[in-house]
């Protein structure tokens, strides 16, 4: 006897949907984090002209620069069109919501702020979870109802 609330399995159901999807999300954060890198030259520069021109009180935004770039970042690239970042687009991922619905950008950094905070306090020990969850999940995917999977 099958339910009338039977919904028919989604792409996040298949096996297929998470193969090889560590290795592939160590790669494309490796690629992301050295682009948002390369996007932090340019605002070092800024930075230090802002400095000059409020007599060195600029300089305090030198702590910040790296989350000035990568909020936005992530924001734009994760919480678009594509729910996914260029590393990842780039190694055939995507963050997909368990709920069905869309990831926003709000929703995007939110998922990266989970996930450096949880870095910063457990030292790395979240991504050590996905070697023991079957849909390959960290904490701030276990938290968020989030599922990294293959685009194709």
Known sequence: ????????PTWVDEPRAYRSVRTRRV???LADYTLVLLLCVPVFFVVTLLGVVTLG?????????????AIPYVAFTLGGSAQ????????????????GGRVDPAFAVLHSVLFWAGNVLT????????????RKQLVQDLLLGTVVTRRS
């Open 1 to 8: 006897m099958t339910s009338l609330h039977q919904t028919a």
């Open 27 to 29: 790669f494309s954060f």
């Open 57 to 69: 009180l600029g300089w305090l935004l030198y702590g910040a620069i790296f989350p000035i770039v």
């Open 84 to 99: 996914a970042t260029p590393g990842m687009r780039m190694f055939d991922l995507r963050l997909e919501r368990l709920d």
């Open 123 to 134: 030292s790395g020990f979240i991504v050590l979870v996905a070697l023991f969850t079957p």
